[in-house]
């Protein structure tokens, strides 16, 4: 039965050899796994592994029981979302437009939810189960830049609307050829310069579906960067619009922390650490900063694998270094602030 890797636990077997996107075997049939085992299917970007159905009905029950309650209320709003934006991307990509109503139906219920949960990160964590990036990135987007204009203080139709904005971003690859999108290498520059033309066809197909200027800017401009080194027009900070930085935060957070074809996802506070990097040129800083400010108290109680292969619960931000916390596990507490040879390979509910 397969099994999802957050769900594995030392002392289990593999039923089945694993390989890699590219092929390359990574753990033989019937090696029991270790914590080292689990972090290399882990850095490797497995999702999936066969192991005895046993196992896998005890740990998939532990794993449920370890979601809170509020937290699982969302998730039928979230599995209507991206089967919603799976039927909206393939009649874009059909007929070269979407019914927008489907959009407001998709997106209203499951916008009022979002007001009462206050726990990003584990919102995050229930959608990072995922293994559709397409479908599953636009909602992440969508969800992200909402809650980033919440916190810049829009209030909620406007907060609403760069949540729909975020969640359309991507509607233009619908039009770019699957071969490309889906190819695993690295892409030649005539293929790079196809990715790249999602902007301007989400722009098309989102004025040509709905006559929403808004959203269909957002779409053209989501890659644009603050010191005009984006695409496609090369816009500079003011040129952007405010809801396009918003939606270029939450679309580089989601990327990172996502199973790509070509990339496996990264931990999500080595990714903040990243953006808060690029928040000083690339990205814009208010959304960028709102992100990680809100983010980071999330961590807090949130279960972790090191990459020494200790098990432990994050209980302390540290203030020299936000994004390497005080872990406490079995047997010590770990600051990573002072140990640099450790970090976090993975971050669970």
Known sequence: MKVHIMDLSPGDRLEADVFNNFGVLVLQKDKELTNDAIVKLMQHGIDYVDVSPQTAKAQTAAARQQIPE?????????????????????????????????????????????????????LLLLLNDSDNYTYNHSLQVGMLSYYIASWLGYPKEEAFAAGKAGYLIDIGK????????????????????EVKRHTTYGHDIILKSTGDELSALVALQHHEREDGSGYPKGLRSSEIHPYAKIAAVADVYSAMTSNRVYQSKQEFLTVLRELNSLSFGKLSPEPTQALIRHLLPNFIGKRVLLSSGEMGSIVMTNQTDFFRPLVQTDTRFVDLSKEKETSISEVYM
Do not use: C, R, W
């Open 174 to 193: 619908s039009l770019v050829p699957q071969e490309i999108l889906h190819k695993p290498g690295k892409l030649t520059p005539e293929e790079f310069e």
């Open 70 to 122: 509020h937290v699982l209320k969302v998730q039928p709003y979230f599995d209507e979302a991206v089967d919603g934006f799976e039927s909206i991307f393939l009649e874009a990509l059909s007929n070269g437009t979407f019914d927008e109503e489907k959009i407001n139906q998709l997106l209203t219920p499951m916008m009022n939810e979002l007001i009462a949960q206050k726990d990003v990160v584990s």
